[in-house]
């Protein structure tokens, strides 16, 4: 009886420390002790453990979707029964059966399903534990949190597309997770200029927990650094996207302005066009009716290219330099584009340049300050005139002015003031109604700007009066000017080019391929030869010291490194079988020359003193190939009767040296005419040997 009563009074304190949240030890070792003391009870009594005490739990799950969640006791022994009895119910679910472990009797499973229409939040139910026929315990609250099914999407954080070049395209591949708990369906759209390529249209379907590939594409229509952030769910932490775009070809500078050159006399600007693709590229460089473009520096060999456009290939991120320039005869203004075509994109550089002052220029003008009328021919009325003289305007702007000459010389053609555009030309001829002596005249004319009057140009004009029609009293010295003038008259009528018949140039008046001498001879090339504007040509040339024997030439090179030259000198031609005399221009033979870095001089020897020659001077890139001769002009030697003589009296002579030398000629003429009419001779100047 006694140990009866002892077992109930620990079980029953055992009991109320377990109720009042003692620990799982003192159960245990209260049930412990009333085990040991219940050995000592009769047989047929029973010992009862301390009542278990439910645990609180917590759990998720969709709406819609069940859910398992696990109870537990705390009990002294997991090998004690215990029963779990449901006491309060869900409100948004539904329970299942509760299930007791098999191994360890203190836990147990329940199901829990959601109501698909539940709303979001918490729904809980209550449970109570006991050991057969003991005391429950006091209610545990298990809380279940409803939540909606979400779609999440993940994937890397940024992607980078590289240097994509302006024009072409750049593919990238980004892999997409669905990391959440519902199906995704959407259409992506990254920002421009960033582009879906797969799958079509944007369009993903993506249950939860799989993964998709995605392609996209980077097509920049400009240049620049490319950063976009695609944020393709809201809220989410999305990829940023990246790539530096470029042009496959740049241009530099942007824009040109031309500039006018010392020694070609050109205006000229260089520009850089540089190939940004790894891979060769060809360029196309198209310049116009003016513009004209060359790479730099120039090729020594001349390039037979287009003149309205020029190709050229680069290599894999090469750079190359260009000149682009105005010729030299274009004086205009101007403001406009090259177009440049390359990795099949259009580029523009603009190009400027101010139009060159006016300058009148007259033609032929040797020396710069002499025109050489030659002999005046009769004219309608009688009077005597000159060969057509031309007054162009090289320079862009437009310019009035007015030409004054001294009797006895008259302007023909010419209006008392003129205005000429730039690039404009004017023709106008010289006549002499009479004179007070046949012969040489030199006279002034005189170029003056409108309406301001200021000198523009002064030159000297020099002809030949013929006799005929005369009617003043000669004296001795004017008998012997007009027997060396008929040999003049009786010269010019014996050349054929004078009357030549055909289609002749608009500008010279000359039959193509001939051209006029300072001193009036039409004159051809002794051997033909193919002249081109590739070359730069001598456009005028010096005359430096002169001797009785020799005459030094000097000209300014038209660029560097151009050292290849000829000078020509007018021989006349007398063919014995025609009775006719022809002039020629022929290569100087055997003639040394210095040449500098900027000019080159050229010492003619062997002539004649007192008398007249002409020359001219050819560019050649010395395999076959000739620039445009320069203007010609003529020069006499001394004479030891004219040191000290005055400039214009030697002019007068030199002319009179020139009616001496036809003169001597005629006579060869006449002699040769009784020999052999088969026999052709060239008339050398004087000084060389006579012989071919």
């Known amino acids: 009886m006694l140990g009866t009563n002892f077992t109930h009074i620990l079980c029953s304190r055992g009991l109320r420390a377990s109720r009042s949240g ?75 059966l509760v299930k007791v472990s098999p191994t360890d009797r203190s836990k147990a499973t329940v199901t829990y399903q959601a109501a698909a229409d539940a709303s979001t939040g918490l729904d809980f139910f209550t449970y109570t534990v006991r050991h057969p026929g003991g005391l429950y315990s006091a209610p545990a609250r298990v809380e279940v949190k409803l939540i909606s099914p979400e779609a999440r999407l993940s994937t890397l954080p940024f992607l980078d597309f590289g240097r994509v070049a302006v024009g072409a395209a750049s593919e990238k591949e980004l892999v997409f997770t669905n990391a959440g708990t519902g199906s995704f369906e959407g259409i992506l759209q990254p920002p421009p200029p960033f582009a879906i390529v797969s799958p079509e249209g944007g369009k993903l379907v993506l249950p939860a927990g799989k993964s998709q590939t995605v392609r996209l594409r980077l097509a920049s229509p400009s240049s620049g650094a490319i950063q ?210 046949p012969g040489i005249i030199s006279h002034a004319l005189v170029l003056r700007a409108e309406p301001s009057g200021t000198v523009l140009q002064r030159v000297s004009l020099d002809g030949i009066v013929p006799s005929s029609g005369m009617q003043e009293t000669p004296d001795a010295s004017i008998l012997a000017q007009r027997e060396k003038q008929k040999e003049i008259d009786a010269f010019y009528a014996l050349n ?46 010096e005359i430096g010291k002169v001797t009785q024997t020799s005459i030094e030439l000097i000209w300014k090179k038209p660029r560097s490194g151009q050292d290849n030259y000829l000078v020509d000198i007018r021989y006349d031609l007398h063919d014995t079988d025609t009775q006719a005399i022809t002039s020629v221009w022929i290569p100087f033979p055997d003639l040394p020359m210095e040449v500098g870095p900027e000019e080159v001089r050229a010492n003619i020897q062997g002539l004649q003193p007192g008398t007249i020659y002409e020359f001219r001077v050819v560019a050649t890139d010395g395999a076959g190939l000739f620039a445009t001769p320069s203007i010609p002009l003529g020069v006499t030697t001394l004479s030891e009767a004219r040191a000290g003589i005055s400039e214009g009296t030697q002019i007068a002579l030199g002319l009179a040296g020139l009616a001496a030398a036809v003169f001597v000629w005629w006579r060869l003429r006449k002699k040769h005419r009784s020999g052999p009419s088969s026999t052709t001779l060239w008339a050398r100047p004087p000084g060389q040997d006579q012989r071919l």
Not at 308 to 321: D, F, I, Y
Not at 381 to 390: K, L, M, N
Not at 406 to 432: A, D, H
Not at 523 to 534: A, I, N, V
């Open 22 to 96: 003692g620990a799982p030890f003192l159960h245990g070792l209260v049930f412990a002790v009333a085990v040991f003391l219940g050995g000592l009870l009769p047989a047929g009594a029973q010992v009862q453990p301390p009542t278990p005490q439910a645990k609180a739990r917590t759990a998720e799950v969709l709406k819609g979707e069940t859910v398992t969640i696990e109870l537990q006791a705390e009990t002294v022994a997991s090998t004690l029964n215990v029963e779990f009895v449901v006491r309060e119910f869900p409100q948004s679910g539904t329970l299942g």
């Open 496 to 541: 054929p080019y004078l009357g030549l018949e055909g289609e002749r140039d608009p500008k010279t008046g000359l039959p193509a391929g001939y051209t006029r001498s300072p001193l009036g001879f039409i004159t051809r090339d002794f051997k033909p030869r193919e002249y081109t504007g590739s070359i730069p040509n001598v456009l005028t040339f």
């Open 228 to 437: 976009a952030d695609w944020m393709f769910q809201p809220g989410r932490t999305g990829c940023r996207l990246f790539g530096a775009c470029f042009e496959p070809v740049a241009v530099s500078p942007e824009s040109l302005n031309l500039e006018r050159e010392v020694e070609s006399k050109e205006r000229s600007g260089r520009f850089v066009v540089t190939n940004g693709l790894p891979t060769p590229a060809e360029v196309m460089l198209i310049t116009g009716n003016r513009l004209k473009v060359t790479p730099w520096p120039e090729p020594k060999e001349p390039v037979t290219v287009d003149p309205a456009k020029l190709v050229a290939m680069l290599g894999g991120t090469e750079s190359r330099e260009f000149r682009v320039f105005l010729p030299q005869e274009d004086a205009l203004g101007f403001d406009g584009t090259l177009g440049i075509q390359a990795g099949g994109r259009n580029y523009s550089l603009r190009v400027k340049s101010d139009a060159l002052p006016a300058r009148i220029v007259m033609e032929p003008l040797e020396q710069g300050d002499r025109i050489a009328l030659g002999t005046l021919q009769p004219g309608p009325g009688a009077p005597y005139h000159s060969p057509p003289i031309r007054v162009r305007n090289v320079g862009g702007t437009s310019i009035a002015f007015k030409i004054e000459v001294e009797p006895p010389f008259q302007l023909v053609g010419l209006p008392k003031s003129v205005t000429l555009e730039g690039g404009g030309t004017r023709e106008f001829r010289i006549s002499v109604e009479s004179a007070l002596h």
